[in-house]
């Protein structure tokens, strides 16, 4: 199992860890990567931008899945022959929703427990973790639950729960920390630019990453 | 303090107080309107205000916020909405009090209209609605109309029954003089996802709703002038007024320096011909393929001089290429998608027909106009158009399209054949009979196919088999029974797939690419014009269902801000950045996309 999660940010400020993504692929000269945005209806532009991002680092087969709007089969089929699958950021739940909807979301947890390199960026890479949970707080930079949706079960493939857009503050902290008091795994939490590699057993911490356990704080990569 | 507010309220809309009914139309041909004098007609609110448009015309500052203020709705009310006194009013001899008679008098234009009895049009043209009038704004002219402003002695009530009826006269529907809020709001929806998706088209500028779903619709355009308006003349053999809307009409294109070229002297009917052919040759070639239905018929109605699209009623945006589809008009069925070209051809040569009369005082039969060097013209314009489109459609740069167009023509043509091949089959259980018309069903998505085949193409370097290629076309019209895959239809899979990469490669070799960047820049600029879920008719239809059912818990904001939301998702423009308002789409919008997701393939 290879995934990456970002913590946020754009092309330039994840450069080390898109170079450490593209190093997880062996023996492909022209890899493919499938970008699934969170939300198909405004993902035009991000995609554009993924294009731009992953081209300059010389990659041409880059195709996007919608999976909230319609697809074939044989498309639906056909990204599990991707070297990388891009989760976007954006509306966790509605991603989550969708999900499940298009019934993606077992396929996508097979394909990556068999090797495929899977990373997500903030939404995307909250649905790697086994709950959405981290997307309902803190109370001023949160997701809308808008359709209330009560099972936020996610992919689970990892064991522990990620936080994305992550700033070093009173305010962040005291939300973590007691999110983690009643939570039994650790949290990540990563600002942008900053994020995870897990390489089978092996995680990786690229750049400054706070950890929130049973209600304390602690920094890796100091 | 309040006064010095108010009056400077006052000042920030007086753009409005132009719009008192005058018009140069007026002064131009007095003979080509009927012209009213109105009162205000209280009772209504404003509904629905486009915002983007206003500040267009300088109605309202640029940097006037998305509200309709108290002042703001009170300004529209004042200028809008308005009532004819009509000719039954006068023959009744009905007093309103003074306070409420505008001081202007509004013109309902007269034109051709082939419902009418009198194939002349001496009894048709607007029957329900009247010209606000003109507004200028950095050399921008606009013209304005209202729906719904009361009935005319033009409308087909009057022209049938020959006698005048009271405004709102229940005993007739369409005729009565009114507009309904529905009707309102397809416009202003179809008429935003039009004019983002740079087709000309009359606006909606706002709405103003009074009770039992009736309103007064607001359209405006650079020149709402139609074909119609000036075949009557032609029909009538009136020379004089037949020249003086030509030039009228040719000089306002040349002052707004949309006809920068126009010669001054008689020459310019030949430039006027020309940039009509222009027009309706691309037009006709555009409507067929995004699937626009616009009842095109002899008389120039339905279309504005630009090929502007105006009167909503039965415009329809197909998912699929619905080619058989008419619109029953009671007493008769409406031409279909590609019937569109053979109309459009047929105005342009009722234009031919003009131009020899104006310039020779002597009217030919339009049957001398038959083979007229510019209907020639017309077919070579319009099949160019339908290359240029498909290389379009296929996700080409507007750079790329015109180059390989313009350097292997041969094998665009071929491309477009076999695309044809696909995009014409239709069901085998034929025509039927639909709420409002007949139809018969074509089976393949080819947006699904043009959208999807550029990222199968990265995946593999080799051919689709056939039974993936039709699945990833297949519509929820086809039956089995459809997609059955014989010889023929495997070699025609084929063959598309090979006509598809030769032109990725001819693309890459002119632009001196790889195949793979080429691809890839298709395939991106593809998923934005071929997206999943655009809007058909019926969705339209269901979207302002849910509009008028949600309509008391929706403020003239929410409705502004919903109906900027649903046009950012029906951009299909993939040079266009969007700006969405909605990070995702919550709420009504959320439904709104799920009626448009499901009627994505209909009518």
Known sequence: MKLVFYGGGDAEENRTLDSKLLSLIKNQKEPIITFIPACGHDSDEYFNDIVDQYSSLGVSRILRLNIDQPFSEFMKDSIFLSDIIHLGGGNTYYFLKHLKKSGMMQGLKDW????????????????????????????????????????????????FDFFPHYRNSKRYDEALRKYSLGNSAPVYACPDGVGIIVEGEEVRFVGKVACFYEGKKHFINK | MALAKKVKQQDVYKRFDQLDGSHPFKKVLPEGFVDYPARIRKGGKVSYFNFTLAKEM????????????????????????????????????????????????????????????????KTSGDGRSVWNGQVKYRSKVWDISSGGTGATKLSPATSKFGRYFETGDPTISYGCGYAEVDEGFATAILSRVFN????????????????????????????????????????????QSLKSIVDYYIERQRESEVWKDCPQNYRKY?????????????????????YI????????????????????????????????YRYDDVERFSTNLYEQKTKAKYIVQTFAQVVNYI????????????????????????????????????????????????????????????????????????????????????????????????QAFMLSDSNLVAEQF??????????????????????????????????????????????????????????????????????????????????????????????????????????????????????ILNKFMEIIEEHREGI
């Open chain 2, 293 to 324: 239905f616009c009842w095109l018929d002899w008389d120039g109605d339905n279309i504005l001089m630009d090929g502007g699209i105006i009167d909503y009623g039965s415009v329809r945006q197909f998912g699929l290429c619905h080619y058989e």
């Open chain 2, 196 to 239: 983002q998706n740079n087709y000309s088209t009359e606006r909606s500028l706002a709405i103003i709703e009074f009770k039992n779903n009736i309103s007064i619709n607001i359209r405006a355009h650079r020149n709402l002038i139609r074909p119609s308006h000036m075949f009557l003349y032609l029909k009538q053999d009136d020379h």
């Open chain 2, 270 to 290: 030949d430039f006027f011909l020309n940039q009509i052919k222009d027009t309706f040759a691309k037009l006709s070639a555009r409507f067929e393929d995004d």
């Open chain 2, 359 to 454: 310039r020779t005082k002597e009217k030919g039969s339009i049957t001398d106009f038959a083979n007229h060097e510019v209907l020639n013209s017309f077919e070579d314009v319009y099949e160019n158009q339908k290359d240029l489109n498909l290389l379009h459609r296929l996700g080409l740069s507007e750079r790329k399209v015109k180059q390989v167009q313009k350097r292997d023509p041969k094998l665009v043509e071929n491309l477009r054949k076999s695309f044809s091949y696909f995009e014409k089959m239709k069901t085998k259980k034929g025509e039927v009979k639909i709420s409002d018309g007949k139809t018969w069903d074509a089976i393949f998505n080819m947006r699904d196919l043009l959208r999807e085949l550029p």
């Open chain 1, 112 to 159: 990556a427990l068999k090797g495929g390199i899977l990373c997500g960026l903030s939404a995307g890479a909250i649905i790697m973790t086994p709950r959405i949970d981290t997307a309902g707080f803190p109370e001023f930079d949160k997701d809308d639950n808008e359709e209330n949706i009560k099972n936020l079960n996610s992919m689970k493939l990892v064991n």
């Open chain 2, 470 to 587: 039709v699945e990833i076309m297949t519509s929820s019209l086809a039956s089995k029974e459809d997609l059955e895959i014989n010889s023929y239809k495997k070699q025609k899979i084929e063959e598309f797939q090979k006509l598809y990469k030769d032109i990725i490669k001819k693309t890459a070799k002119i632009f001196q690419e790889t195949e793979k960047k080429t691809l890839l820049d298709i395939s991106r600029r593809s998923q934005v014009i071929n997206k999943p879920n655009r809007i058909t008719g019926d969705a339209t239809t269901f979207i302002i269902n849910e509009i008028l059912k949600k309509r008391k818990e929706l403020s003239n904001e929410k409705i502004n801000n919903l109906l900027n939301a649903l046009e950012a998702t029906q951009n299909l423009n993939p040079d266009h950045k969007v700006k969405f308002p909605q990070k995702y789409p919550e709420g």
């Open chain 2, 58 to 121: 300088g109605l309202i500052p640029a940097d006037h916020d998305g509200k309709i203020t108290p002042e703001l709705e009170a300004k529209i009310l004042q200028t809008f909405s308005i009532q004819i006194i009509n000719e039954f009013d006068q023959e009744q001899e009905r007093k309103f009090p003074e306070a409420d008679m505008k001081s202007g008098t509004y013109m309902a234009t007269r034109y051709l209209q082939l419902q009418h009895d009198n194939k002349q049009g």
